[in-house]
Each structure stands twice: as structure tokens, then as C-alpha cells.
């Protein structure tokens, strides 16, 4: 993977080049320090603390109870273990919807505590004011539209956004209300293929797809879906690019038969 200038650190206006450019713009989300800097030595161009940790690694039905808190909890650890990668850290729900000055001083928080830089936030229209007050004070934000899964009830499931007419019109609008609010970039999930092309066209800020196909400039991935570790979630959009949960269960029981034959420890390990 390359990516901006080799080794310093990727800034929100890297994204804009990269648009410009016509590079893609590789995103994967972390949740510790470990794979931080696991995916920073591979070389991705941004990380995301997706509130997805609440329900992949917390095991939660949905983002929806995750907290602020537990977002800085696992950003501070993230920020550890990149050097290079932008950190982006997922505002949680109801830590920006409920007013600008509740969501300027969460960012805020985000900002101060973690390193990271920048916060993601989902909602089109209705939040541009928001996003407006959260760049004017110089925190750069990335929005979130199609499927977003804070409003999973609302929207009926977890399924694709934009399918008819109306729905195709109100995304585009929503995406040039976050752009002209100031957001950096956009990830679109779950949106048409044929839709999400046509919003990457229309705007200069980057979108970044989830299940988007790949028209977009840059695309996501929750890391333990790519890994395969995660191997009970299996949508359409999904590639996977190892199969660690079977890696995983394998070195488990080879180590539990070890212990329980007396084959592990042995002397080469032993002191
Ligand atoms: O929370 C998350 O991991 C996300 C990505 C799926 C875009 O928002």
C-alpha cells in the first residue's frame, strides 16, 4: 500500500490529495494498541475506532449502548500502537445528537484525551449544523450516511439505503450538506453501487464505502471481518483475507491437548 509522503504521519488534507490524485484511501478499524499497530505497520492510511467495537469485541446487538467513555477507553490504546495512520474515533450515540455544545465538548474530549485526529459522526442534513461548529472550533469531522447503524431501528434492520428514487435523492443531498458543513470525507455503507459512484463524483471530499462497491475513493472494514476472526458475520460485502478463526480455535486446542497429555511444558521450555 502506498500513500501520501512515506512516513509522516496522514493528515485529514492527505485525504483531500488522495481524492485529487486518484489513490485510494485504505481504512480499517482497531480497538486496541496490539492491532493499532499491527495495521499501521501494514500500512493503512487511517484507522477507525468504530463504535462496532460495542458488538465485535464487547458482544452488544447493536452500537447503540456504547458509551463514551469505553470510545476513549479504546482510542487511547489505538493511538498507542499507530504512528503513522490517521486515528479516527467514532462518536457514540447520543454524545452528539442532544445539542452543538454537548457534541463540541464530547469531541472535545475525544480530542484532548485520546491524540486522535479526528471524530466520525453519523445523520446527513440534520447534522451539518453540528459538524459546522465541531470544524469551526478545529476538529475535523468524517460523516457517516446509508446504513447507520445508531439509527438501526429506525431504518428496519440492518440492510441497504437508497434503494428507491427518493432515498437515492435525499443521500445525494445529505452528502452535499455534510460537505458544505466541512467534513473531511464520508463513509457511505450500504449504499448501491451505482448511487455511491455517482455521490464520489459529485463531491470533492472523499467518500470512503462499506459495502459501497468501488466507486468510492477509499474503502472500510472492520478488522476482525477481514481477518476472518469474526467468522459468525458473513454479509455479501464481505472479503475475507484470512481465516484466524480457525487459526485460533486450532492453536487452543493443539495447546489444551499439549497441557493435558503433560507433552507442554517440556524441557526446551522449561527453566
Ligand atoms: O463502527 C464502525 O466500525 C464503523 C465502520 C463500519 C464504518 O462505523
Known sequence: MSSPAKDSPVTTRDFLAMKSSGKKIVVVTAYDALFGRLVDEAGVDCVLVGDSVNQVLCGEPSTLSATLDQMIYHARAVRRGVGRALVVVDLPFLSYQVG?????RNAGRVMKETGAGAVKLEG?????ETVRALVEIG??????????????????????????EQAA???????????????????????????????TAARAVPTIGI????????????LPDLLGLNDAFAPKFLKRYASLADDVRGAVARYGDEVRRGVYPDAEHSF
Request: glycine content about 14%; proline content about 5%; overall charge negative.
Open 211 to 222: 459495502g459501497a462497491g468501488p466507486r468510492c475513493d477509499g474503502q472500510v472494514l472492520v
Open 139 to 164: 476538529i475535523p469531522v468524517m460523516g457517516h450516511l446509508g446504513l447507520t447503524p445508531q439509527s438501526v431501528h429506525a431504518l428496519g434492520g440492518y440492510r441497504v439505503q437508497g434503494r428507491d
Open 124 to 128: 446527513g442534513a440534520a447534522m451539518a
Open 100 to 104: 452543538r455544545e454537548d457534541a463540541i
Open 169 to 199: 435523492r435525499r443521500l445525494e443531498s445529505d452528502a452535499a450538506a455534510l460537505e458544505a458543513a466541512g467534513v473531511f470525507s464520508i463513509v457511505l455503507e450500504l449504499v448501491p453501487a451505482s448511487l455511491a459512484g455517482s455521490i
